[in-house]
C-alpha cells in the first residue's frame, strides 16, 4: 500500500515538474520573439526635454512633456537607493532580475482570485516595465517583463539596472526621474535631498496620486514614515536616525523649473521658433539644447532696467490704493493671513504684504512667510494720490493719509532689511539690445513680468516711434544732398490737403520757432517744424524708400509729410534694427537669437549664419575691379573675400553718411533732448564720447521712446499703455521716461569696457562754418564751428562777417552780416589768405568736433520731443 502511494506521488511529481518545465519552455518560446533587444538598454534615448542657454551658458528656459535630467549612479544619495531596496525589492542584490519566492506568493493569489498582483515585481522588472512596456497586468506583459528581467541581469550590472530605473521613473507633477523630481518636489539638487526627503521620493513611488506630498501630504507623511521603517527594520539606518526622520514634517511644495538667468521672453520665442523648425515631438522629447545670443549679463541688466525704470514713472503719478481690503481683516487670525498672502503671486520683485498698523509716518506689514516689517516715512513718502496721468495730489505728511490697516500692498525690498511701499505699473515698457554687427541680441525684455503679461511689446507691440524716426528722414534728405550745416525754416507749417478738405498744422511742443535752423540743431532738438520741411523737400515717397531700404518694413507706413514725425508703426525689435545701420557705418543687419541648436548627443541640428559687416569687403571689391580692367585674366591674382557673399551684410546708406548722423546724434546726448535727464541722473555716460541717439514721443504722449548707440551695441526702449488710447501723462516725454531705461542699461553694460568712437571713413572731411548761417566761415571769424560733410557736398558759399578779413571779401558792408554771402573765388585772396581759407577746411580734425565745442551758444530747449 505505501509502496503505490509512493509511485503514484513520484508520478504526480514527475508530471508536475514536466508540466511546469513544458509551461516555462512554453512561455519562453512565446515570449521570447516579443522581448526587446537588450542591446538598446546600453544606449538608451531617456525622453528629455529642450533646454535653452544663453551665449555664455546659462540656463534661461526649459519645456517638454516631461521634466528629467539624466543622471550616474555615482551621483544618486544612497539613502534614495537604500529606501527604495528596502520597500520595493529587499532581494535585489540576491536575485537574477526574478524573485522566485515572491512569484510563488504571486501564483498563489492568480490562482484564487485570477489577477495577477505587482508583489513580485522586483526592481528590475519594474525597470524593464518602465523602459519597454505598459502598467497591464496580463500574463502576456508579466510573462516578457520576467524574461526581460532576466536578460538585463545577464547584460546589465546591478548599478547600471539602479541608475535605468532612477532616470526613468515618474513621480508625478511631468517629473521623471529622480533629478527632476529633487528640483519639483523641494527646489533642489538630489545630491542635496536629506533623509526624509529621500524617503518620501521613495514612498511616492507606490501610487503617483495616493502619496504625493502635494495632493495628499497626509498619506504621503505615514507612507514616508513606513519607508523610514522599513530602512530601519533593514539596518540601513539606526534608531536615532529613524526618530529624527520619523519627527521632521513635511517641506515639499511645487517648485518651477530653477533657472539661471531670468529671460521669459525670449524663451518663448525659441520655443516657437524649434517648434516651428523640427516639429514638436523632437522639440520637446529628445533633449534639445538651443544656444541663444543672450548675454546673460546683460540680459539681468535690462531685467532690472526695465523694472526701475517703469516703477520710477510709475511713482511720479501717484498712489493708487491697495490692491484690495482684507474683509473682517480685525477678526482674521494671523494664519488665514498668510494664507492669502500664499495665494496673491509675487509679480517682478513686488511681494505682497498685509497692513497689520499704521503710524504717523510708517506702517507695520505682514510679509510672506509670516516676516513682520516695518516701512519707514523714506518708502512712504512718494505717496501722493494720484488723480489723472497728468495730476497727482499733494505729497503726503503722514501715513494715515493713505494706508489702513487690513490694506493688501505690495512691498520692495531696496536693499537688506529696507523695504518701500509700491504697486504694479499700469504703464508697459519693452527693451532690446542688439549687436551692431551681426544683429545679434544680446537682451530682450518684453514686459514687466512675463506671468501676468505674456504678450511680447519688443516684438509684437506696434507703436508710433514719434521722433525716434527722425535720423533715418534726416539721412534721407543727406542722400539728396542737404547737410547737417543747411538751413531749413523754423515756422509755423500748413498743410493743405484740398481733395478730402483737410488741413494738417504740425507744430512745435514748446510752440517756439526760431526761424532758419541748421539741421545739426533741428535734429538735436528734436524740432517738429524742420522735420516736416524736410520730408517735403525730399518727397514723401522718398522718405519711405529709404526706410523700407534700412529695413523698416513698409506696410506699417504711408508715404505722407507726417512719416516725419513718426506717425508710422514699428515695433523696439524694428526700431533698433534701424538704428544698427548707423552704428555699423551703413549696413543692414538681421536681428537673430538662435545661435545653435544641438542634440542631446553633440550633433549639430542648426547653426546661425547671420549677414556679418565686413567693411574691408566693398573696397575689396572695388580693388578687383580696377584690376579686372587694367590686367588680363590669365595673369589675375586678386584678393578674397574674407567672408562668403551670403555672409556680407549690405550696404544700404552711405557710410558717410552714418557717421555723419551718428556724430550729430552724439549732440542728443551732450547737450540735447537726452542731457537733462543724464545730468539729473549724474550718469557716467556724459562722460564718454562714443555713444549717440534720440528721444522719441508720439502725440498725446502715448510713446515714449529712446534708441542709442556706439559701435558695438545698440539699444531701444519703449514705453507705453498696452491700450494704445491712455496718454502717460503730460510732459512725459521720451527723454523722461524711456531714457531712464536706456541709460540704467546702457551705464551697467558699458562699464568697464573702453571707449571706441565710430571711426570717420574716407570721404568725410570737416570745415569750419558760420553758425548762423551755415556756410564756410570767413577767414578769422571768431564763432566759426566745425562741422562735418561729404566731400562731394562741402559748401561753396563763405559767409561775409564783419572781420578783419571782411573788407577782402565784400566792400559793402551795409548789408545784415548774417545773410550776406558770395561765391568762393580764390582771385579775391592773395596765397597767405588763401591758405588760411584752406587750414578751416580738414581731414580729420575729430578731437576739435565734439559736443562740447559745438553749439555752446545754443540755449537748452524748454520741452521738446
Known amino acids: 500500500m505505501t509502496i503505490n502511494i509512493l509511485?503514484?506521488?513520484?508520478?504526480?511529481?514527475?508530471?508536475?515538474?514536466?508540466?511546469?518545465?513544458?509551461?516555462?519552455?512554453?512561455?519562453?518560446?512565446?515570449?521570447?520573439?516579443?522581448?526587446?533587444?537588450?542591446?538598446?538598454?546600453?544606449?538608451?534615448?531617456?525622453?528629455?526635454?529642450?533646454?535653452?542657454?544663453?551665449?555664455?551658458?546659462?540656463?534661461?528656459?526649459?519645456?517638454?512633456?516631461?521634466?528629467?535630467?539624466?543622471?550616474?549612479?555615482?551621483?544618486i544619495p544612497d539613502n534614495f537607493i537604500n529606501a527604495l531596496i528596502a520597500t520595493e525589492d529587499q532581494r535585489f542584490y540576491e536575485h537574477s532580475g526574478v524573485d522566485f519566492k515572491g512569484l510563488l506568493r504571486v501564483l498563489k493569489v492568480a490562482a484564487t482570485t485570477g489577477e495577477f498582483s505587482e508583489g513580485a515585481s522586483t526592481l528590475t522588472m519594474q525597470t524593464a516595465r518602465n523602459m519597454f512596456l505598459t502598467r497591464d497586468q496580463r500574463l502576456k506583459r508579466k510573462l516578457i517583463e520576467m524574461f526581460l528581467a532576466v536578460r538585463m541581469e545577464q547584460e546589465l550590472t546591478k548599478e547600471q539596472i539602479l541608475e535605468l530605473y532612477t532616470n526613468k521613473v515618474h513621480f508625478s507633477h511631468r517629473a521623471y526621474g529622480l533629478a527632476a523630481a529633487s528640483e519639483v518636489y523641494y527646489g533642489k539638487h538630489l545630491t542635496e535631498l536629506t533623509l526624509p526627503e529621500a524617503a518620501m521620493m521613495a514612498g511616492l513611488l507606490k501610487g503617483e496620486s495616493a502619496y504625493n506630498p502635494i495632493s495628499n501630504p497626509e498619506r504621503a507623511l505615514g507612507r514616508r514614515n513606513l519607508v523610514l521603517s522599513r530602512m530601519l527594520d533593514e539596518e540601513y539606518i539606526d534608531e536615532d536616525m529613524y526618530q529624527l526622520a520619523v519627527e521632521t514634517p513635511l517641506s515639499a511644495k511645487k517648485h518651477a523649473a530653477d533657472l539661471d538667468v531670468e529671460a521669459p521672453y525670449v524663451a518663448e520665442m525659441v520655443r516657437l521658433d524649434v517648434i516651428n523648425r523640427f516639429g514638436r515631438d523632437i522639440a520637446y522629447n529628445h533633449g534639445l539644447d538651443i544656444v541663444t545670443t543672450i548675454d546673460s549679463k546683460h540680459q539681468n541688466i535690462a531685467n532690472n532696467a526695465l523694472r526701475e525704470g517703469l516703477l520710477e514713472y510709475d511713482r511720479r503719478h501717484g498712489y493708487k490704493g491697495p490692491e484690495k481690503q482684507i474683509d473682517n481683516f480685525a477678526g482674521k487670525e494671523t494664519q488665514e493671513l498668510l494664507q492669502i498672502l500664499d495665494n496673491t503671486p509675487v509679480i517682478a520683485d513686488l511681494e505682497p504684504a498685509i497692513v497689520l498698523d499704521v503710524h504717523e509716518q510708517s506702517?507695520?506689514?505682514?510679509?510672506?512667510?509670516?516676516?513682520?516689517?516695518?516701512?519707514?516715512?523714506?518708502?512712504?513718502?512718494?505717496?501722493?494720490?494720484?488723480?489723472?496721468?497728468?495730476?497727482?495730489?499733494?505729497?503726503?505728511?503722514?501715513?494715515?493719509?493713505?494706508?489702513?490697516?487690513?490694506?493688501?500692498?505690495?512691498?520692495?525690498?531696496?536693499?537688506?532689511?529696507?523695504?518701500?511701499?509700491?504697486?504694479?505699473?499700469?504703464?508697459?515698457?519693452?527693451?532690446?539690445?542688439i549687436r551692431s554687427k551681426d544683429g545679434g541680441i544680446t537682451s530682450l525684455v518684453g514686459g514687466f513680468d512675463y506671468s501676468t503679461n505674456k504678450f511680447n511689446l519688443v516684438t509684437q507691440a506696434r507703436r508710433q516711434p514719434g521722433s525716434n524716426i527722425k535720423p533715418f528722414i534726416y539721412g534721407a534728405a543727406f542722400s539728396k544732398g542737404f547737410t547737417p550745416a543747411s538751413l531749413v525754416n523754423d515756422a509755423p507749417y500748413v498743410k493743405v490737403n484740398n481733395e478730402i478738405d483737410e488741413v494738417w498744422r504740425p507744430q512745435n511742443d514748446n510752440l517756439k520757432y526760431n526761424g532758419p535752423t541748421r539741421l545739426r540743431v533741428g535734429l538735436k532738438r528734436s524740432i517738429n517744424t524742420i522735420s516736416t520741411r524736410l520730408i517735403d523737400a525730399i518727397d514723401p515717397a522718398y522718405a519711405e524708400d529709404f526706410l523700407v531700404k534700412i529695413g523698416l518694413p513698409d506696410e506699417h507706413m504711408d508715404p505722407y509729410q507726417s512719416l516725419a514725425l513718426g506717425t508710422a508703426s514699428f515695433t523696439p525689435l524694428e526700431m533698433a534694427t534701424a538704428y544698427a545701420v548707423l552704428a555699423n557705418g551703413g549696413y543692414q543687419v538681421e536681428p537673430y537669437y538662435i545661435e545653435k541648436v544641438t542634440t542631446s548627443y553633440g550633433d549639430i541640428l542648426y547653426q546661425a549664419t547671420p549677414k556679418v559687416v565686413c567693411e574691408s569687403c566693398e573696397q575689396i571689391r572695388i580693388n578687383n575691379q580696377i584690376r579686372n580692367a587694367k590686367y588680363k585674366p590669365e595673369i589675375r591674382n586678386y584678393p578674397e573675400l574674407p567672408l562668403p557673399d551670403h555672409k556680407i551684410a549690405q550696404e544700404v546708406i552711405d557710410p558717410r553718411d552714418a557717421f555723419i548722423l551718428y556724430d550729430m546724434m552724439k549732440d542728443v546726448i551732450h547737450s540735447g533732448t537726452a542731457t537733462t535727464q543724464l545730468k539729473r541722473r549724474n550718469s557716467p555716460l556724459l562722460q564718454r564720447n562714443d555713444l549717440a541717439g534720440k528721444t522719441g514721443t508720439a502725440n498725446d504722449y502715448k510713446d515714449a521712446w529712446f534708441s542709442g548707440f556706439n559701435d558695438k551695441l545698440v539699444a531701444s526702449a519703449w514705453m507705453g499703455f498696452s491700450d494704445h488710447r491712455r496718454s502717460l501723462g503730460r510732459y512725459e516725454y521720451g527723454g523722461k521716461a524711456a531714457l531712464p531705461i536706456w541709460a540704467s542699461f546702457m551705464e551697467k553694460a558699458l562699464d568697464g569696457v573702453p571707449e571706441q568712437e565710430i571711426i570717420q571713413p574716407p570721404g568725410v572731411v570737416s570745415a569750419k562754418i558760420d553758425p548762423e548761417t551755415g556756410k564756410l566761415a570767413a577767414l578769422g571769424q571768431q564763432n566759426a564751428i566745425f562741422e562735418y560733410f561729404r566731400d562731394d557736398n562741402v559748401p561753396s558759399e563763405i559767409s561775409q562777417k564783419p572781420t578783419d578779413f571782411g573788407k577782402l571779401y565784400n566792400s559793402n558792408e551795409s548789408e545784415e552780416p548774417s545773410t550776406r554771402s558770395e561765391s568762393f573765388n580764390q582771385e579775391n585772396l592773395d596765397q597767405e589768405q588763401l591758405d588760411q581759407l584752406i587750414n578751416s577746411i580738414q581731414d580729420t580734425p575729430q578731437e576739435e568736433s565734439s559736443s562740447e565745442d559745438k553749439e555752446q551758444q545754443e540755449p537748452e530747449p524748454e520741452s521738446i520731443f
Not at 42 to 48: C, G, I, M, S, Y
Not at 375 to 399: M, Q, V, Y
Not at 422 to 427: H, L, T, Y
Open 7 to 75: 509511485k503514484k506521488l513520484g508520478l504526480f511529481v514527475i508530471f508536475i515538474t514536466i508540466f511546469v518545465v513544458m509551461t516555462i519552455i512554453g512561455a519562453f518560446l512565446y515570449a521570447t520573439p516579443q522581448v526587446p533587444e537588450i542591446d538598446s538598454l546600453k544606449n538608451v534615448k531617456l525622453q528629455t526635454p529642450m533646454r535653452i542657454f544663453s551665449a555664455d551658458g546659462k540656463l534661461i528656459g526649459e519645456f517638454g512633456d516631461v521634466r528629467r535630467e539624466p543622471v550616474t549612479y555615482e551621483q
Open 363 to 433: 506702517i507695520d506689514v505682514l510679509g510672506r512667510e509670516g516676516r513682520e516689517i516695518t516701512i519707514e516715512w523714506e518708502g512712504l513718502d512718494w505717496a501722493a494720490k494720484f488723480i489723472s496721468d497728468s495730476r497727482i495730489g499733494h505729497k503726503p505728511k503722514s501715513a494715515q493719509e493713505f494706508a489702513t490697516a487690513g490694506d493688501l500692498i505690495r512691498i520692495m525690498e531696496i536693499k537688506e532689511g529696507t523695504w518701500h511701499l509700491s504697486q504694479i505699473p499700469e504703464a508697459s515698457a519693452g527693451f532690446v539690445s
